[in-house]
T-cell receptor, first 112, second 111 residues
């Protein structure tokens, strides 16, 4: 099925552990995004990749790194997880410069 | 600073009771305003894009409108299956596709 696929769906980490969230899309979209969603805060942009080969910081990039592996895949890495990174993470993709995102189903991350 | 504010935070309606959700925005150079629907435990689902003041879009019981300062999502004769969180977002400035989201309005429609 066409869309955005995120793995894993759930994850529990201990403080200081690292992990990579994976995202892949099969809609031939050029742009990809990582957002986090917290109660009362709405969706906040972490990093984005406007096109293959480019990445840029969003509103809340501290503690994260990203890799645009190819046109389909955009990963988000937490090098040393902190409790403040407990959140739901969404990956999205869109045609170049267009805001009509297709979202993945999310990764629910808990850092203890 | 670009900002999006949605009201109310929560709305309870009886089935068939029409109402509106508000999205107020302050941005420099609006490129588009977007409405999404989000069901619990799922990612947001795209509903509408509006580009200029006076524009309207409709889908089933939903109609979105846009002025220079705000957008409304009108829900006519809602059904319980319309219960969800509705998110508003704006794209401003550069052509990167970055969106700024409001905090959402959680709608509950009771039968």
């Amino acid at each position: 099925n066409a869309g955005v696929t995120q793995t894993p769906k759930f994850q529990v980490l201990k403080t200081g552990q690292s992990m990579t969230l994976q995202c892949a899309q099969d809609m031939n979209h050029n742009s990809m995004y990582w957002y986090r969603q917290d109660p009362g805060m709405g969706l906040r942009l972490i990093y984005y990749s406007a096109s293959e080969g480019t990445t840029d910081k969003g509103e809340v990039p501290n503690g994260y790194n990203v890799s645009r592996l190819n046109k389909r895949e955009f990963s988000l890495r937490l090098e040393s997880a902190a409790p403040s990174q407990t959140s739901v993470y969404f990956c999205a993709s869109s045609k170049t410069g267009a805001g009509g995102y297709t979202f993945g189903s999310g990764t629910r991350l808990t850092v203890v | 600073e670009d900002q999006v504010t949605q009201s109310p935070e929560a709305l309870r309606l009886q089935e068939g009771e029409s109402s509106s959700l508000n999205c107020s925005y302050t941005v420099s150079g609006l490129r588009g305003l977007f409405w999404y629907r989000q069901d619990p435990g799922k990612g947001p689902e795209f509903l509408f894009t509006l580009y200029s003041a006076g524009e309207e879009k409709e889908k089933e019981r939903l109609k979105a409108t846009l002025t220079k300062k705000e957008s409304f999502l009108h829900i006519t004769a809602p059904k319980p299956e319309d219960s969800a969180t509705y998110l508003c977002a704006v794209q401003a400035g550069s052509n990167t596709g970055k969106l700024i989201f409001g905090q959402g309005t959680t709608l509950q429609v009771k039968p």
